[in-house]
T-cell receptor, first 113, second 111 residues
Framework: DGGITQSPKYLFRKEGQNVTLSCEQNLNHDAMYWYRQDPGQGLRLIYYSQIVNDFQKGDIAEGYSVSREKKESFPLTVTSAQKNPTAFYLC????????????FGPGTRLTVL | LAKTTQPISMDSYEGQEVNITCSHNNIATNDYITWYQQFPSQGPRFIIQGYKTKVTNEVASLFIPADRKSSTLSLPRVSLSDTAVYYCLVGVKAAGNKLTFGGGTRVLVKP
């Protein structure tokens, strides 16, 4: 089945530790996105990538880093510089370039203790 | 990017039609209007997209007036399972364009 996978579904980390969230897609999509969602709030864009080896900052990139070495993978690292990392993180991909439909993964809920 | 404004929440009853209006006064000529649905602890799901007039699919209808400064998502005969948050987005259909999700409208369908 084609789709987007995120792992793990729940993640706990101690304050001050970096943590990497996985996002993989087998839809052959060029564009991939990372969003953050806080309780009761909408989605906020962290980073996005239009193509392999290229990515751009979204609206709240501080404290996060990404890489795009393969078309299928777009991992997000939440660094210790991110002041409030506890949130629900969603990865998405999109067919490029003709449509605004994004396909979302199941999300990773990160809790920093 | 064109900003969107939606009601924060709305209630309905099973079997009724739900209409959610989104305001996007600064929509650009090349912008399309897209709606997503999100259930708790899940990623959003694409519902419908349009440019002008009316678009209909098996799930919903999208009404866009001639000036395109607003749009209305219509959900016919809702059921309890339609309780979700609905997001209106505006953006161009272009490579690499980022889409901005606002706060959305929380729809509660009651029995």
């Amino acid at each position: 089945d084609g789709g987007i996978t995120q792992s793990p579904k729940y993640l706990f980390r101690k304050e001050g530790q970096n943590v990497t969230l996985s996002c993989e897609q087998n839809l052959n999509h060029d564009a991939m996105y990372w969003y953050r969602q806080d309780p009761g709030q909408g989605l906020r864009l962290i980073y996005y990538s239009q193509i392999v080896n290229d990515f751009q900052k979204g609206d709240i990139a501080e404290g996060y880093s990404v890489s795009r070495e393969k078309k299928e993978s777009f991992p997000l690292t939440v660094t210790s510089a991110q002041k409030n990392p506890t949130a629900f993180y969603l990865c998405a991909s999109r067919t490029n370039p003709t449509y605004n439909e994004q396909f979302f993964g199941p999300g990773t809920r990160l809790t920093v203790l | 990017l064109a900003k969107t404004t939606q009601p924060i929440s709305m209630d309905s009853y099973e079997g009724q039609e739900v209409n959610i209006t989104c305001s996007h006064n600064n929509i650009a000529t090349n912008d399309y209007i897209t709606w997503y649905q999100q259930f708790p602890s899940q990623g959003p799901r694409f519902i419908i997209q349009g440019y002008k007039t009316k678009v209909t699919n098996e799930v919903a209808s999208l009404f866009i007036p001639a000036d395109r400064k607003s749009s209305t998502l219509s959900l016919p005969r809702v059921s309890l399972s339609d309780t979700a948050v609905y997001y209106c987005l505006v953006g161009v259909k272009a490579a690499g364009n980022k889409l901005t999700f606002g706060g959305g409208t929380r729809v509660l369908v009651k029995p």
